[in-house]
């Protein structure tokens, strides 16, 4: 198979949560520890730092990787989900995975797969450690796809973890409750092993105080920081919260010796040295429009922040949702002064733009509706004036689709 035809079977033969939802997707670590045991378990081959969150994972995790890159190491990143390539899953030193090692690694183990049902997850998840053993990293950034304690990821034994905002996401998962959520982000938590907490939450501190206090794994606070101001190349005001705990990380991973001045420079190169995209990512002026994959209600209220610190004429929003997000409470804390573009990502999870729209309508809020994320988005640029500002978000899948 050459690499379309790879990832097209990646997808078609494989449970995948991004594509089919709940009833698909595997909880628990049994196939990805049968997996790793194949390939020699290749995740205890190299040094890594585990992250979980609801919101501020993504952005830590290549701020991470910037600042270890910047201090001139071989450093790998496992992130997910992607934006148009399934190669940005697994970087080294910001260059994706070549298409010859996905088609090798497939084509090596695909009767596995096949006759043992694996996920795609635990298959990418199993495919970034072995890559990551072969290229002999010096240290891998490793995000959680969802959750924590359940989550493939989390078979390996990290030298640090950290854990970004929580906050209400995949509740069908982890449950209904934030303090359920930060039990299930906790199982990160290992013995004897340190964690941060990049974000002070005072319903949810207990959670992982109590956890930490089992594993005996010392914590540390983000109350705890000092305020280093660290400005970043990641626009949006929430990038301190995550700089907080990045910086603390960088701290007490002592046996990597990075100076103060190392951390400036990877933070703001973090787009350089990772190609991240889709945070708060302005690919427009005049009028200006920015991009962010924030899909949930606390990343939601962090953009009204930013909106409400900005400067523009009329605020257009170009927006659209997945199924099984809560998009009712989402609408209802947007602006009623605000013009939408109410839209559909192309993808088989896609919320139907006339369940929002209609939705919309109740709650008296001014906008149309678009077969697609490009219809939306071009008619919103023919309607503005200059000093206008456009903002794209709702899915991951929405910005994706403006960028391809």
């Known amino acids: 198979m050459n690499f379309k035809q790879t990832v097209n079977w990646l997808y078609d033969q494989l449970p995948v949560y991004q594509r089919d939802g709940f009833f698909k997707h595997k909880l628990n670590l049994d196939s990805i520890k049968a997996v790793c045991n194949k390939l020699n378990n290749p995740q205890n081959n190299f040094k890594s730092i585990h992250i979980a969150g609801t919101n501020g994972k993504g952005s830590s995790s290549h701020m991470l990787a910037s600042i270890f890159h910047e201090a001139g190491y071989k450093v790998g990143l496992y992130t997910s989900p992607h934006l148009n390539s399934f190669r940005e899953r697994i970087k080294i030193n910001g260059l994706m995975i070549s298409e010859h090692d996905v088609i090798d690694f497939v084509k090596n183990n695909k009767s596995y797969f096949s006759n043992n049902k694996i996920s795609f997850f635990e298959m990418t998840v199993a495919m970034a450690f072995d890559y990551f053993s072969n290229s002999q990293v010096d240290i891998a950034i490793i995000e959680t796809g969802l959750g924590g304690r359940l989550d493939a990821t989390n078979i390996i034994d990290p030298i640090l973890s950290l854990i970004t905002n929580v906050g209400l996401d995949h509740q069908e998962f982890l449950g209904k409750e934030i303090r359920k959520i930060a039990f299930e982000k906790a199982g990160i938590i290992k013995n004897n092993i340190p964690v941060v907490v990049s974000e002070y939450q005072q319903d949810i501190h207990d959670v992982f105080l109590n956890k930490a206090k089992k594993m005996n794994a010392s914590i540390f606070l983000s109350d705890d920081f000092e305020d280093f101001e660290y400005p970043t190349d990641l626009n949006g005001r929430f990038q301190r919260k995550n700089i907080k705990g990045v910086v603390k990380v960088i701290e007490l991973v002592t046996e990597f010796n990075i100076k103060n001045k190392i951390i400036k420079k990877g933070l703001l190169n973090v787009v350089k040295n990772t190609n991240l995209r889709g945070r708060w990512d302005v690919i427009h002026e005049s ?118």
């Open 287 to 404: 009028p200006k429009v920015v991009l962010d994959v924030g899909h949930n209600l606390n990343a939601f209220k962090e953009n009204l922040k930013m909106f409400n610190n900005l400067n523009y004429n009329k605020l257009r929003i170009v927006i659209g949702f997945v199924k099984g997000k809560d998009y009712v409470k989402v609408l209802k804390l947007l602006p009623k002064s605000a013009f939408y573009y109410f839209c559909q990502p192309n993808n088989s999870r896609a919320l139907p733009v006339e369940q929002i729209y209609d939705y919309s309508k109740k709650i008296k809020l001014k906008g149309n509706s678009f077969n697609s994320v490009e219809s939306a988005y071009k008619t919103s640029l023919n309607e503005s004036n200059q000093n206008d500002f456009i903002y794209v978000g709702g899915s991951n899948f929405v910005v994706a689709d403006l960028l391809k």
